[in-house]
């Protein structure tokens, strides 16, 4: 760790020397934190680890000597935690898949431009704060240890179950059992009591004991005899799961201080308190985490500078709680409360409150209790409640068949698009909470080879294993594709099934393979090899334009612009190639807007006609609208215009895009000067424009998606003389 955080040390491992300076200058200039050092191979990167202590490693991937995975396995055997970030040019999901399986911290594709140093800087900020926030973690949960280990008292935690999951050192010392040995036994090897098996919340019927602070109670030692306690519990969460804090103390020899007693209320979650029984609640006594729950010192509350029912209760809560703990006085019960409190800053958080009326010294009758945060709980529970409604909305418009069992393989759910698959008898309602094998024998008598789908349908369910895309071919020649998700239920161990056509996407997939492997190759070639010569080339060129305004760099500018358009639309002709994803409906109107936003249209105006909703790949149907219209706004007050007699182009005016729907499909019409007849299969060929500052590729990776969605694409004329492009063989979508 760095030995001060005003600074953080970084190290730069790159084999090109140029771009590693290039990004540790960006990087100084982003964070005035950041110190940066670079190193040329993984071996003189780890001679600087040696040298030096860092706060995170940044490493390229592809380097001649070793590569950044190795690299990673070398630093994570003498340093585990060290932030280490992947900061490569060759990108695809198997690196990045073998990355985070490594223990790679975070993992980042070079791009092109300055503005990845500031997403790099980011990320090393974001890695290294979270870093040393779990350092200091760990030194909380060291001084947490230290106190349990130190104190006389036992301290005990106890499930709802009243199972004991720690005791600490001074178990042994009152009980006489070793804390690991009472790990895993029930709080009556302590306290026999009947009465206090379970001194905390009952899950099933809610219950509570009578009382469960400073009671006086008889332990039991391991050889039998009795030991005088004063007993106290606590509760809190841990992993959403509820847990209590027990201090049991001995208290015929006052085994410990009430200093020590101050101690462990303070590192408890929340705070204690004593108050008067009236409205506002005053307070006379304060201890714990009230800065951190509400933002009040424990002073200002108990001096009554600040009064809790006043001052920190909502007020629309006021009243419905005064009367839930008037209500559960008069019955001689302790009370618990749920209600907003409204913090010093402003912010409102959920508090839990559970208390009792004790009589004073002076026999007055005053209330002591517990108070501790349950906002994320609550905001969990909201979330639940919100995620309950749009899981039973998704569970009846998704594309794909479901079917839930219980352990005893009774339908639990079915929705209607299992039916429509296997063209089932019936309706889901009928079939709920009937056994499985009904449904399961009108599916089987469907497949090829019934026999292997029970038995692969029978081991899923006895292994209770997750299992994705376990295919299946049907005597009408479709295949289709299960996925097995065991789930919990209250009353046991039940079964997802998820049911989807294959078809398509398996024809795909055998047709495409081939074609995937040989543009992967040809994809990384050109995403390393071109691009960080290039990313160093804009890096020096905004140095240089620190100091020089020449116009000759600014000529440099548009040309590395133009390279990187180049380089992109290039990538994106080999890389995605012709394969499309997951098809979705996608409507026309939206995705348009979308894309055209993403265009640079100058005064070009865009106007679309349909609200149509097709089946697509939505990325790859955006890739074709935006090259369309690109070639409208780029091409369609220029194509053909008449040159004067000095050569220089004349007339022209700001082009109108339409976007329309055909009855197989839609189109996308400008109103400029058109395509001549003879070109507009041209068109689409790598490297045809007629424009000096086109790529040639844009039409390309048009007919690209389309081929890919097994659409046609055709240039005509439009109504107005315009260039018109028609995509059609379109499967539109019900609305």
């Not at 690299?71 to 935690?81: G, K, M, N, T, Y």
């Not at 092109?112 to 790099?120: A, N, S």
């Not at 009040?296 to 029912?309: K, P, Q």
């Not at 692969?456 to 295919?471: C, H, I, K, W």
């Amino acid at each position: 760790m760095s030995p001060s955080r005003d600074t953080v040390r970084v190290l730069h491992v790159d084999d090109d020397p140029e771009f590693a300076a290039m990004a540790a200058a960006f990087l100084e200039r982003a964070d005035d934190r950041f110190e940066v050092d670079t190193a040329t191979s993984v071996s003189a990167g780890l001679d600087s680890l040696a040298a030096s202590d860092f706060d995170c490693v940044v490493s390229d991937y592809e380097m001649p000597e070793q590569d950044g995975l190795a690299f990673l396995d070398a630093v994570r055997a003498e340093s585990p935690d060290l932030p280490f970030i992947l900061f490569t040019g060759k990108g695809s999901e198997e690196i990045a898949s073998e990355a985070i399986s490594a223990g790679v911290t975070d993992y980042l594709q070079k791009g092109t431009g300055t503005d990845q140093y500031t997403v790099l800087a980011n990320r090393i900020g974001n890695v290294v704060e979270r870093w040393w926030a779990e350092q200091e973690a760990e030194r909380t949960r060291a001084r947490l240890e230290a106190i349990t280990s130190n104190s006389s008292d036992v301290i005990v935690t106890v499930d709802n179950a009243g199972t004991i999951r720690f005791a600490n050192a001074a178990a042994e010392d009152v009980f006489g059992y070793a804390p690991a040995a009472l790990v895993g036994q029930s709080l009556t090897t302590l306290l026999p009591s009947s009465r206090h098996d379970r001194p905390v919340r009952s899950l099933e019927t809610d219950e509570r004991t009578a009382d469960w602070k400073a009671l006086e109670r008889a332990g039991r030692h391991r050889d039998g005899h009795e030991i005088p306690l004063s007993v106290s519990f606590s509760e809190f969460e841990r992993n959403d799961a509820r847990r209590f804090i027990g201090v049991l103390r001995d208290v015929s020899e006052k085994r410990e201080s009430s200093r020590q007693l101050q101690t462990l209320i303070s590192n408890l979650p929340g705070i204690v308190y004593r108050c008067r029984n009236e409205p506002g609640w005053p307070m006379e006594y304060v201890r714990g985490e009230c800065a951190e729950l509400v933002g009040y010192s424990a002073s200002e509350l108990a001096d009554g500078d600040v009064v809790w029912g006043v001052d920190v209760l909502h007020p629309d809560d006021e009243d419905v709680m005064w009367e839930a703990v008037q209500e559960a006085l008069d019955t001689g019960e302790p009370f618990e409360v749920t209600y907003r409190a409204i913090a010093r800053d402003g912010s409102v958080r959920w508090m839990w409150e559970r208390g009792r009326a004790v009589t004073a010294a002076d026999g007055e009758r005053v209330l002591e209790g517990f108070i501790t945060d349950i906002t994320d709980r609550e905001e969990r529970k909201r979330e639940l409640e919100q995620t309950s409604v749009l899981l039973s909305t998704l569970f009846e418009t998704l594309p794909v068949g479901v079917l839930a069992e219980d352990a005893a393989r009774n339908v639990l759910a079915v929705n209607d698009r299992m039916f429509e698959l296997f063209d089932l008898l019936g309706t889901p309602a009928e079939v709920i909470g009937a056994d499985c094998e009904r449904m399961a024998g009108q599916v089987s008598e469907m497949f090829v080879d019934p026999a292997g789908f029970v038995e692969r349908t029978n081991r899923l369910v006895n292994a209770q294993e997750s299992r994705r895309d376990d295919e299946f071919e049907l005597r009408d020649g479709r295949t289709f594709a299960r996925s097995y998700e065991p789930i919990e239920l209250s009353d046991g161990a039940g079964h997802l099934w998820v049911y989807h056509d294959a078809t398509a996407r398996k024809t795909r997939e055998q047709s495409l393979r081939r074609t995937n492997e040989r543009l992967e190759e040809f994809a990384s070639v050109v995403s390393h090899d071109l691009r960080n010569p290039l990313n160093v080339a804009e890096g020096r060129l905004e140095l240089a334009r620190e100091t020089d305004d020449s116009e000759h760099l600014a000529s440099i500018a548009r040309a590395h612009d133009r390279m990187r358009v180049l380089i992109e639309d290039l990538l994106t002709l080999a890389h995605d190639g012709a394969e499309v994803g997951e098809l979705e409906p996608v409507t026309l109107s939206t995705v348009s807007e979308r894309c055209w936003a993403n265009v640079e249209t100058g005064n070009a105006t865009v106007r679309t006609a349909t609200d149509g909703v097709i089946w697509a790949d939505r990325s790859r149907l955006q890739q074709l609208l935006e090259n369309l219209f690109r070639n409208a706004v780029d091409h369609g007050s220029t194509r053909n215009r008449p040159e004067a007699a000095d050569g220089v182009e004349h007339g022209g005016s700001a082009v109108s895009v339409t976007v329309g729907a055909l009855d197989d499909g839609f189109y996308v019409e400008d109103d400029g000067p058109g395509i001549p007849a003879d070109d507009r299969e041209a068109v689409f060929d790598v490297g045809y424009s007629t424009s000096r500052e086109g790529t040639g590729f844009g039409l390309a990776i048009v007919e690209q998606v389309a081929d890919a969605h097994r659409w046609d694409v055709r240039a005509t004329e439009g109504h107005d003389g315009g260039a018109r492009f028609e995509i059609r063989g379109v499967e539109l979508a019900e609305t």
